[in-house]
């Protein structure tokens, strides 16, 4: 599973100070940090308070492409800051995120065919998040057939089907598993799936354990990617393990630093 | 309507390893070889690149090889005494692309000889062919990490191939290939997770030395096993294919020895009448294993008959006809 590394957020109080200052320092320093810790990706996200999303963006996108060789991975839902921002990638890159809701969908697939960007499609409309797999599955069946009517490729395509806390949506879990599981039977090849890890213990006292354990038994229903916080060890080495354990990687005794140094 | 074959695409490819180096490259060979590259499994040209030919070693000893049946010996019988002229006899008349010297003299149950005496008979050998080489200790740990070190040096810009490293032992080999610029063989006991393991040990001595391993993954004869070593090379390949830079190595593979110790290969007619011509069916034997061995994907064999090593490079040939 690839790690989409989540810490270069304007929601962290260093990257919104450094966006606001515009010193590179702290976001160097995480880049480099999840680059090293085994992040396939980096979310690039200004976060909240910021004025100008679009200068932003740029200035955010150009620091990181300086410190790490990484693709990035454009989180924002101001879709003028996104198209600057992959205006200057130097590596294809990845739009996060669209909805299945047309007019969305129009603009950020013509943007993924422009710059031959990867996607992540959120399996919501302008109705909400679905309580169920089948209306999650079929949300993202609305995705794929625009990404495909678009010409992006579908393994560009990223299904997320949309994580809620434990603690409040618990009966979400399953649903959230059934619809991993069947996304990779909508289409071949199919798309690739991703979450947004974190979500799944929001507001929890156990955030780490759960944040694993969540992970790793999507893993087993399809899961491919997830943004998540590539600094927490165990996490990446519960990855790794259930990398071997799916027969994906090839064991050996240094599994866990062979899965770290892969994208290096 | 015409039938589209269906492709499989992969992500990566087996890195290239060179062998040898010219004058103008520190080292005596007439040239270099390369092996390894492959983007495709084993000569499916359709599907990716197979850019180097699979190639044959032949093995020649220090000592005269008293244990090798009569039949093989007497390919052979002119040069014992005298390995420079039994290298030279193996390119020239057999066509080796390449040399592999066992200093079998080093045994300290044979004559238990000193480095300096490997390095006289590798300077021998060095000027009697113009291949790039591969060396192999006696087998003996313990010795062998006493003369392969000498020997590297003592050849140094010559890029040899250097034997062998293994898990509980693999320093001094990767030592001497990264102070004197050679390759190395990685080899692991028909194991893939130790395969892949030592490769990453190795190259945490020294990153570059990655891109001058050769993978023996330890080969079992026909009948033996064979099954075994090439369901493992084939999930190594899938590996490398699929992206594992740990396994993406080119691969080679002591058939001749293998081959030559089994009963099937040395055992008379007379002893066995229902087995047939001796001469033929160690031939057969040893084309034989090489030949499955190549469609794992080796890319180094080495050979000890002649005749086998005519049969398997007539086998290369085909196959490595242009079928995309």
């Known amino acids: 599973m690839i790690i989409i590394g989540e810490r270069i957020n304007g929601m962290f109080r260093d990257i919104a100070n450094a966006i606001r200052e515009r010193d590179p320092r702290a976001v160097i320093e995480w880049a480099k940090k999840q680059e090293a810790m085994g992040a396939g990706y980096l979310d690039l996200n200004v976060g909240p308070a910021v004025a100008d999303r679009v200068s932003a963006m740029k200035w955010l996108v150009e620091v990181t492409q300086e410190a790490s060789k990484l693709p990035l991975c454009l989180d924002s839902t101001d879709y003028d800051a996104i198209e600057a921002g992959l205006e200057i990638c130097k590596r294809p890159a990845m739009i996060n995120s669209v909805p299945a809701i047309q007019e969305k969908m129009d603009r950020v697939f013509t943007l993924a065919s422009k710059y031959n960007a990867e996607v992540i499609g959120l399996a919501m409309n302008e109705e909400g998040i679905p309580k169920d797999a089948e209306s999650r599955v079929a949300l993202a069946m609305e995705l794929v057939a625009n990404c495909d009517a678009y010409g992006v490729p579908i393994d560009n395509l990223y299904i997320d089907p949309l994580v809620l806390p434990c603690n409040v949506g618990q009966d979400h879990g399953p649903e959230v598993f059934e619809t991993l599981r069947q996304i990779k039977m909508l289409s071949d090849p199919p798309p690739k799936t991703t979450v947004g890890l974190s979500n799944i213990s929001q507001g929890t006292k156990n955030r780490e354990l759960i944040n694993r354990v969540f992970a790793v038994m999507a893993m087993a229903c399809g899961l491919d990617s997830a943004i998540a916080d590539a600094c927490d060890e165990e996490l990446v080495a519960s990855i790794a393990t259930a990398r071997v354990v799916l027969n994906m990687d090839i064991y050996c005794d240094s599994y866990v630093d062979v899965f770290k140094s892969q994208n290096q | ?324």
């Open chain 2, 1 to 324: 309507m015409a039938v589209e074959l269906f492709k499989e695409k992969y992500r990566s490819q087996v890195r290239e390893v060179v062998l040898g180096a010219t004058k103008e490259e520190g080292g005596t060979r007439s040239h270099t070889l390369k092996v390894g590259g492959e983007s495709a499994l084993p000569f499916l040209h359709f599907e990716g690149k197979i850019p180097n030919r699979p190639l044959v070693a032949m093995e020649i000893w220090d000592i005269v090889p008293e244990e090798w049946p009569a039949g093989l010996k007497s390919f052979f019988e002119d040069v014992y005494n005298d390995p420079g002229a039994w290298a030279k006899k193996c390119v020239e008349e057999y066509g080796a692309d390449l040399i592999a010297v066992r200093f079998k003299s080093a045994d300290p149950d044979i004559k238990d000889a000193s480095a300096e005496e490997c390095i006289a008979t590798l300077k021998k050998v060095l000027e009697a062919v113009g291949v790039p080489l591969i060396i192999y200790g006696c087998g003996k740990a313990e010795k062998d990490n006493t003369i392969i070190g000498p020997l590297a040096e003592a050849a140094e810009g010559e890029n040899l191939l250097l034997g062998v490293a293994e898990q509980d032992n693999f320093k001094s080999v990767a030592s001497a290939a990264m102070a004197y610029k050679h390759c190395l063989i990685a080899q692991s006991p028909i194991d893939i997770n130790i395969a892949k393991q030592l490769n990453i040990l190795i190259a945490e001595m020294s990153t570059p030395l990655l891109d001058r391993i050769v993978i023996d993954p330890t080969v079992a004869s026909l009948g033996y096993g064979i099954e075994y070593s090439y369901s493992i090379m084939e999930r190594a390949r899938f590996g490398a294919l699929q992206g594992d830079r740990m396994l993406a190595m080119p691969t080679i593979a002591n058939v001749g020895h293998e081959v030559w110790s089994k009963k099937e290969s040395f055992i008379s007619e007379e002893e066995q009448p229902g087995w047939g011509c001796q001469e033929e069916r160690s031939i057969g034997w040893e084309a034989a294993t090489a030949g499955a061995l190549l469609q794992a994907g080796m890319d180094i064999l080495v050979m000890r008959n002649p005749k086998a090593v005519g049969l398997v490079k007539k086998l290369i040939d085909d196959m490595m006809q242009d079928n995309s």
